[in-house]
């Protein structure tokens, strides 16, 4: 058992590591905080904390960095997430004020919080499976191109220019117009791929506005599906390749796991939040995703389908408590933006 003197060793340890990149040892823990005991009890306690492997020596005759297990044990137990500065809460709202639409506040939430941070950005979209079409409407570009879109009450728009086999008129085009409204309005996204499946099956394709509605389906059917996917945004990549020195081994796997996204989704929807809607995955935790080499920090924000997460990745030797501060603040402000998005609309 670590004793409690020994666990504030644990979180100099911590803080000076990120700090200067540098292991520490015990007479800088004397010199730099005020724990009034000698360095000889220092080291005994840091050799409590060695034999727990919270703490490793990179070097013989070096001081002790943090091991994985100690980076797990002082966010659990030691890190006080650090409120943040007015100018970050400011920088937060200017960046974030009156996006365009969804996709826009999205981009915007990465790049704030890889500002905010030095880390590389991730969030994910809001879950629209169990989103409801709130509207649909179609506008007639030729005779022959009708451009589709679709909105959700979770702030999902779609666009979609669909080429149909036949010209229609406008009277066509407004009939059609109403057979979509009235199977997919006022449903889930789900059960509206249902219904269209079920209308499609039942189509007279041989007909010419049948023709044109069969196109139409099909478009719309993959457009819903297109809701029904999860979709992760990301910001900051260049970060890795400046901190690259942090990384014990190759930053390739991350590299590759930003590119393909799934890897990122997955980790990211398995994370376990604590009571504060908070997680962290760390180091070596994360070896069954390939990502062994880093860690990620999250918050939930609020969404009208549920909870998705806004968080960073990057080295385990990172600020943990400012990084979750800036996860949280942000992720805080983007559930206010979609609740005032959703009661105003």
């Known amino acids: 058992m670590v004793s409690e003197r020994g666990l504030q060793v644990l979180r100099a340890i911590v803080e000076d590591y990120v700090e200067t990149n540098e292991p520490v040892g015990s007479k ?7 724990f009034g005991v000698s360095a000889a009890t220092i080291r005994n306690d840091m050799a409590q904390l060695e034999d727990e492997e919270l703490i490793a020596a990179p070097h013989t005759s070096s001081g002790r960095v943090p091991t994985d297990k100690g980076y797990r044990v002082f966010v659990d137990h030691l890190a006080q997430v650090r409120p943040l500065t007015a100018a970050q809460r400011s920088a937060i709202t200017a960046f974030l004020a009156d996006p ?18 030095g880390q590389v950005a ?4 809001p879950s629209f499976a169990r989103a409801h079409v709130t509207h649909v409407e179609l506008v007639a570009l030729a005779p022959n191109r009708l451009l589709v879109v679709l909105v959700t009450d979770a702030g999902g728009v779609s666009q979609r220019i669909v080429p149909l086999p036949v010209e229609l008129d406008d009277g066509e085009v407004a009939a059609l117009r109403a057979g979509l409204t009235a199977l997919i309005t006022g449903r889930s996204v789900r059960r509206g791929a249902e219904r269209i499946d079920a209308a499609a099956a039942d189509g007279h394709t041989e007909s010419r506005i049948g023709a044109a509605q069969a196109a139409l389906l099909r478009a719309v059917t993959e457009e819903l599906a297109e809701f029904r996917q ?8 260049a970060t890795l390749a400046r901190r690259e020195h942090d990384f014990r081994g190759s930053i390739h796997p991350l590299l590759e796991a930003i590119e393909e996204q799934v890897t990122l989704l997955r980790l990211m929807s398995e994370m376990r939040v604590d009571e504060h809607g908070l997680a962290a995955s760390i180091g070596t935790e994360n070896a069954a995703f390939g990502l062994g080499e880093a860690s990620i920090v999250a918050s939930d924000y609020m969404t009208h389908g549920g909870t998705a997460r806004v968080g960073v990745m990057g080295p385990t030797r990172m600020d943990y408590p400012s990084n979750l501060a800036a996860a949280r603040a942000v992720a805080r402000y983007l559930s206010r933006l979609l609740e005032e998005d959703e009661t105003g609309r």
Do not use: N
Not at 100 to 117: C, E, H, I, K, S
């Open 100 to 117: 365009a639409d969804l996709d826009d506040l999205m981009v915007r939430t990465v790049r704030v919080l890889t500002r905010l941070t």
């Open 28 to 34: 800088s823990i004397v010199d730099r905080h005020a």
């Open 122 to 125: 991730l969030a994910q979209y």
């Open 230 to 237: 999860e979709r992760l945004v990301m910001a900051g990549a």
